[in-house]
């Protein structure tokens, strides 16, 4: 476990906050909380607010709530009234230390996954109301130091991961001859203006996971994809921007990677399997921006990877034969409703499929998204504590014989790598790109 | 571009391009001169062994790796080549007598005259222009930028080390820009687009002063105003300022140095231009959410487009707007305020006669290409096309395609087109 680990209930000291909040006035807080409620959430946030009947129904939705003993702080109508609902009765005028708190609850206890929306008899959407929470710590410059840092990130290198402008070819191209020893003729064509689609990952993918990069070529190659990746800035799909409060910057963001795909003529964006991404380009960033749809249409990877099947251009040598189960990731299928065709896609690559429950829609989140993992170290093992039923969950559906955890998204898979882990699941952890590359015929 | 001085006299040269694929391991997609006389490509010549093949001759060089093969305005054949793992810029077959750690992002001049690049050399970076490379590296370089003449190159640049946790370092300005690169006296959060003074005197960016404080630095000088988002600037030859789309009250308009310059806000406003005389402005805008239109002057056009508009091109005489639209899942073109009846799988930005009376367009339909002119498609469908050229006097129209696997480079008169 890590040395900074706090212990769940323990005070986290994060330079984030603390140097944030040590520069505040009473007056700037009550003038940014009152400017947000008033010209950006509007009548929105107030019927949200005014519409709770505490009937705790959400309650029982939220993994941190059912993680901490039905501890009523972590429910999310708790979570809000902690902290927006405060903001609001007492008309901005908060003081630090209640902002400092507000920042931890809506930054590091609530993964925005919307589960508690779904179980809302009025349908109070509580992830966005932290979410307003966070855009007012970012407006009060007390957003935690690891996803500011982030966001900085992307403020400079348009990725996630401070990733140079020739560190993104240069990988590309090494990865491109790394393949080229399996299939001699393969090519990750960059900047090739209109192919059909445009293939965008996030920043891990050529910092820590260029395998990954190297898996997609391949399937891209014996599919006999039409496909270009850029070579600039735009092509990176994520955007932390979106859950620090940094709305300008999201739609920077957003804006670079769509007209990159414009520029280069693709007919879609196929990304990688991420899903808070998936959020940001189909949903929250695009928005922002003035378009209702994405202006270029965004193929998740479940969704690329069922056509492959479907239509016949990816062959199954021999399926992955250990069972296998499926965590729904929240933003791809509460939010993207693909949770069905994963499932076709894991059973033509999969010998056997065991449902975990609860899944598809109604599956806990992983505790990671939303950036909660983003805010680093400090708050693993809050993150790890805050998802104890999601090992529970997972211990049950081992117990019926799956032995391989498929997580379609990035932050799924790092969070639960971490509750695998951590207690003592001992289970595989794989990406469905993953098994797909290993059970794929692959032309000579 | 001097088209006058090109072969308008023959109807058609051809080069059976499909041969290729049996002279060489594989054949990568070919890029056509401006001109059309040449079609070119990267080439596979041996295992880890690269080339550039040119109407079917083999450049005498080869490398490790070629990539991101173009021509020049002016019909120069570019690329980024590597051997023995350094890297440099080939033209026409020679290579730069600069090496590099890692090249990229190649950047033309309007004329073609001039080629610039970022380059990475031991870990500094900077960029070098027509073979000759900035004194003064960097620690990184993003968002380079060429002058439309050619004469000045400009990056952001970071000018103090932080490391990634140290975020309060970060945002008290660790950003500049480099202008032929020589980094302006004042640091910024970020820098970003940029613009520069017909002159060349002036380099106007993008900035951010915190993280909420937005405005454009002249010379590293920022305007008094700053505003919570902006968007890169434009210099307006007319009066000699620069111009810049600001959000304000979360609505998005069109400023001067800080002065409004077109009364009505939008929801959103980018890519503004100016008309080659300069006498009117153009800009993409969404009258409201999911409302997609052009305003010209200030004033946006009746069509409304769900989707997206991009690719605005001015005519000639500057009266006219085109743009390319997509709704409802199909893309088009609109100019002055009406979108054309045919829709396509893809268009590519339109080009107007040099008369200003006809735009034409490549479009794709159906995994296949041709070309449209004034909302009629030509009757050929081609495996490959490339942007038509008229004339300079606008009776002929320069067609390059690929049909069969052979290379065409057709000069049709525009009255026999359709007939």
């Known amino acids: 476990m890590d040395n900074m680990a706090a212990k769940p209930d323990e005070t986290i000291l994060d330079e984030g906050i603390e140097k944030g909040a040590a520069l505040l006035t009473d007056e700037r807080i009550e003038k940014t909380i009152l400017r947000v409620l008033n010209t950006e959430g509007g009548a929105r946030i107030k019927v949200y607010v005014d519409t709770c009947v505490h009937c705790g129904l959400c309650a029982e939705a939220c993994h941190y709530y059912l993680s901490h003993d039905n501890d009523p702080r972590f429910s999310p109508a708790g979570k809000v009234r902690q902290t927006l609902g405060e903001m609001i009765a007492r008309k901005g005028k908060v003081d630090r230390e209640f902002m400092k708190k507000a920042a931890e609850i809506a930054a590091t206890q609530c993964n925005l996954c919307k589960r508690c929306a779904m179980y809302c008899p009025f349908g109070i959407d509580v992830a966005y109301l932290m979410s307003v929470v966070r855009r007012i710590t970012h407006l009060l410059g007390m957003t935690p130091q690891y996803i500011q840092a982030t966001a900085h990130s992307h403020s400079v290198s348009m990725n996630q991961m401070w990733v140079r402008e020739d560190e993104w070819p240069d990988t590309l191209q090494w990865q491109e001859e790394e393949a080229r020893s399996e299939m001699p003729k393969l090519r990750i064509p960059l900047e090739k203006e209109g192919a059909d689609i445009m293939y965008s990952v996030i920043g891990p993918e050529p910092k820590f996971q260029a395998q990954l990069l190297y898996q997609a070529a391949i399937l891209m190659n014996a599919a006999g994809v039409n496909w270009t990746m850029p070579a600039t800035p735009g092509w990176d799909n994520s955007d932390m921007a979106m859950f620090t409060g940094d709305s300008e910057l999201m739609g920077r963001i957003k804006r670079q990677h769509f007209e990159t795909a414009a520029r280069l003529k693709v007919k879609k964006i196929v990304m990688g399997e991420c899903g808070h991404a998936f959020r940001s380009v189909y949903d929250t960033g695009n928005r922002w921006l003035g378009w209702k749809i994405p202006p270029i249409p965004i193929v998740h990877a479940i969704e690329f990877y069922y056509d492959l099947i479907k239509e016949g251009r990816i062959k199954i040598a021999q399926k992955y034969a250990e069972p296998v189960t499926l965590h729904d990731p929240c933003n791809v299928v509460r939010g993207g409703g693909l949770h069905e065709k994963a499932r076709y896609v894991i059973r033509a690559i999969c010998d056997n499929l065991i449902e975990m429950h609860p899944n598809r829609e109604h599956n806990y989140c992983c505790c990671a998204g939303g950036g909660v993992i983003n805010c680093g170290p400090p708050y693993k093992m809050a993150r790890i504590n805050g998802n104890r039923v999601k090992a529970e969950q997972l211990f049950a559906v081992k117990a019926r014989g799956a032995r391989t955890l498929i997580a379609p998204c990035h932050n799924c898979h790092s969070g639960l790598e971490d509750i695998n882990h951590y207690y003592g699941l001992e289970m595989n952890v794989k990406f469905i790109g993953d098994i797909l590359y290993q059970v794929m015929e692959k032309p000579e | ?419």
């Open chain 2, 1 to 419: 571009m001097n088209t006058e001085e090109w072969d308008w006299e023959t109807s058609e040269k051809c080069v059976a391009f499909k041969d290729w694929h049996q002279q060489f391991e594989w054949v990568e997609e070919p890029y056509v001169s401006p001109d059309g006389e040449i079609i070119a490509a990267i080439v596979n010549v041996g295992e880890g062994e690269f080339s550039i093949c040119a109407n079917g001759n083999i450049q005498e060089s080869s490398f490790e790796k070629i990539w991101r093969l173009r021509f020049t305005p002016d019909g120069r054949l570019t690329a980024l080549a590597s051997d023995a793992g350094e890297w440099t810029v080939t033209v026409d077959g020679a290579a730069w007598e600069n090496r590099f750690s890692y090249v990229w992002n190649p950047l033309f001049s309007d004329d073609g005259h001039s080629i610039a690049v970022s380059f990475q050399q031991d870990g500094q970076y900077g960029m070098a222009l027509n073979d000759v490379p900035w004194e003064q590296t960097y620690m990184n370089l993003t968002d380079a930028f060429l002058s439309a003449d050619g004469q000045h190159t400009a990056a952001s640049v970071q000018m103090i080390a932080a490391g990634e946790s140290e975020i309060h370092k970060f945002q008290a300005g660790t950003i500049s820009a480099a202008v032929n690169g020589k980094a302006w006296d004042r640091n910024f959060v970020n820098v970003w687009g940029k613009a520069v003074s017909h002159d060349g005197a002036r380099v106007a960016a993008e900035v951010r002063l915190t993280l909420y404080d937005y405005t454009i630095a002249v010379n590293g000088v920022p305007w008094e105003k700053t505003y919570s988002s902006v968007w890169e600037p434009v210099f307006n030859p007319l009066s000699g300022k620069f111009i810049a789309p600001v959000r304000q009250d979360g609505k998005w308009m069109l400023v001067e140095e800080g002065q409004l310059l077109w009364r009505k806000p939008f929801h959103q406003l980018w890519h503004p231009q100016f008309s080659p005389d300069g006498k009117n402005l153009a800009a993409i805008v969404a009258t409201e959410f999911g409302k997609w239109s052009v305003a010209i002057n200030g004033q946006a056009w009746n069509i409304r487009i769900g989707e997206l508009i991009t690719d605005m091109v001015f005519s000639p005489d500057g009266r006219k707007v085109a743009v390319v639209v997509k709704d409802n899942e199909r893309w088009g073109i609109a100019v002055q305020d009406s979108v054309w009846k045919n829709t396509f799988d893809m268009v590519w930005k339109p080009v107007f006669s040099p008369d200003n009376t006809h735009i034409a367009a490549k479009v794709e339909k159906d995994g296949k290409y041709t070309i449209v002119m004034d909302d009629r498609i030509w009757p050929h469908t081609c495996d490959a096309a490339w942007d038509p050229v008229f004339h300079p006097e606008g009776e002929l129209l320069l067609f390059r395609t690929i049909e069969d696997g052979v290379y065409r480079r057709r000069v049709i008169p525009i009255r026999g087109i359709w007939g």
